[in-house]
């Protein structure tokens, strides 16, 4: 462990498989809807390709998309200012709230049709309810602070991969964590993409049961009273 970065084991697993849940929900949300729903630099790129008429792109939904994450991010940063005092009540209840919009969004998901993209409401109902979870699971994480894991953007995890090699001169920091972020987050974009075979719920139901699993045997190691900073 780097100097100065008290993450410890189990956070640091919990935060590995977050990052393939990430991959999971984001095969959902390109794939179905080419949209992104957890990576917002993506997001934005897509919606400047809809603004510029780009065939398969729309303003629609990529607007909703981020409108979506940025509530998300509001009620994640207000979860994290209320309950400063408990880390144990704070994470708890992020990952019951992430798990049930997965879920609401499994469901909603059921009567969508893929190929006619009909009835529209369930469309923009799922990627709502899927921005808004991942918004607040992002929220959470910058709280938490652990270097090379934010679960959902790859572009400095890569970049210190390669700037801070041996190659480049450097001394390889965190080089397991940063090479496991890539991985979790590439393999859980192939069982994305695969679960998607047999329906958008599919996908949606294992994400969501991912995070209740790992945070549930993440906060059940913390004390009651173990403060978020």
């Not at 801070?164 to 974009?189: E, Q, T, Y």
């Amino acid at each position: 462990m780097d100097k100065g970065d008290t993450a410890d084991t189990s956070l640091l697993a919990a935060l590995l498989i977050l990052s393939l849940a990430t991959g999971i929900v984001d095969a959902v949300s390109v794939l179905r809807f080419e949209v992104f729903t957890a990576n917002m630099t993506g997001n934005v790129v897509f919606l400047g390709f809809a603004v510029a008429g780009a065939p398969g792109f729309s303003i629609a939904r990529s607007a909703t998309s981020l409108v979506a994450f940025l509530i998300g991010a509001l009620i994640g940063g207000r979860l994290g200012f209320a309950k400063s005092g408990v880390r144990r009540g704070w994470l708890t209840t992020v990952a019951v709230c992430e798990a049930a919009l997965l879920f609401l969004a499994a469901l909603a998901s059921i009567s969508f049709d893929s190929g006619s993209a009909k009835p529209s409401y369930s469309l923009y109902t799922v990627i709502v309810l899927m921005a808004v979870a991942m918004g607040l699971r992002n929220a959470t994480v910058r709280q938490l602070a652990v270097p090379d894991l934010t679960t959902t953007v790859l572009t400095l995890t890569l970049t210190g991969i390669a700037a801070d090699s041996s190659l480049a001169g450097g001394k390889n920091p965190r080089i397991s964590r940063r090479v496991g972020s890539v991985g979790a987050m590439f393999v859980g974009a192939i069982v994305g993409a695969l679960l998607l075979k047999f329906g958008m719920a599919l996908p949606l139901i294992v994400s969501g049961v991912c995070v209740l699993a790992v945070m549930f045997i993440y906060v059940c190691r913390l004390p009651p009273s173990r403060s978020v900073k």
